[in-house]
T-cell receptor
């Protein structure tokens, strides 16, 4: 079973920041939070991941709460091309966890 | 940069036939995963391999089998196909080396249609 829960859908106006929440209350100490997105029927695409600290890359920012039980993916200036299903996944980074489970994901609609 | 390559991209089979999907991971990646995604569904984990050995199993039917070869490519074999096997099948690879970040890289998928 997936270790994460996400809202099924969200809307965001084009140009605004999209904030996608994820709950992972059973996360263990050395599990990472990964975010992927799937545009239509393409292969899921890696966005960002983190362990404890907030992370930022060219695509997004990841905010992880201090207790690590939830996180938020931020797309700072959403465009129509960001319309996709976004998946939050908890996984060990490098070993042991070979059953990487996708949950239900959040369908993000960017509104023009 | 090289990506995960899947073939064929599209496949049409009749019920009770057999299908084989192939996956070529990114060079140096040692772990391969297979996922099945039905229409309107989320990707479902089927099976994974690390260094040519099966490492974990998900909801893979007994009619399906898979293996990873010495060159790290993997094949998913599906027999006695049923209408419900119609889906997108994704392969993903990752590196479990310490210096790598461990994210999954996905192929573009193989779309299987069973008639």
């Amino acid at each position: 079973d997936a270790k994460t829960t996400q809202p099924p859908s969200m809307d965001c106006a084009e140009g605004r920041a999209a904030n996608l929440p994820c709950n992972h209350s059973t996360i263990s100490g050395n599990e990472y939070v990964y975010w992927y997105r799937q545009i239509h029927s393409q292969g899921p695409q890696y966005i960002i991941h983190g362990l404890k600290n907030n992370e930022t890359n060219e695509m997004a920012s990841l905010i992880i709460t201090e207790d690590r039980k939830s996180s938020t993916l931020i797309l700072p200036h959403a465009t129509l091309r960001d319309t996709a299903v976004y998946y939050c996944i908890v996984s060990y980074s490098m070993n042991r966890d070979d059953k990487i489970i996708f949950g239900k994901g959040t369908r993000l609609h960017i509104l023009p | 940069a090289a990506g995960v390559i899947q073939s064929p991209r599209h496949l049409i089979k009749e019920k009770r036939e057999t299908a084989t999907l192939k996956c070529y991971p990114i060079p140096r990646h040692d772990t391969v995963y297979w996922y099945q995604q039905g229409p309107g569904q989320d990707p479902q984990f089927l099976i994974s391999f690390y260094e040519k050995m099966q490492s974990d199993k998900g909801s893979i039917p007994d009619r399906f089998s898979a293996q990873q070869f010495s060159d790290y490519h993997s094949e998913l074999n599906m027999s006695s196909l049923e209408l419900g096997d119609s889906a997108l099948y994704f392969c993903a690879s990752r590196s479990r080396r310490v210096m790598d970040t461990g994210e999954l890289f996905f192929g573009e998928g193989s779309r299987l249609t069973v008639l």
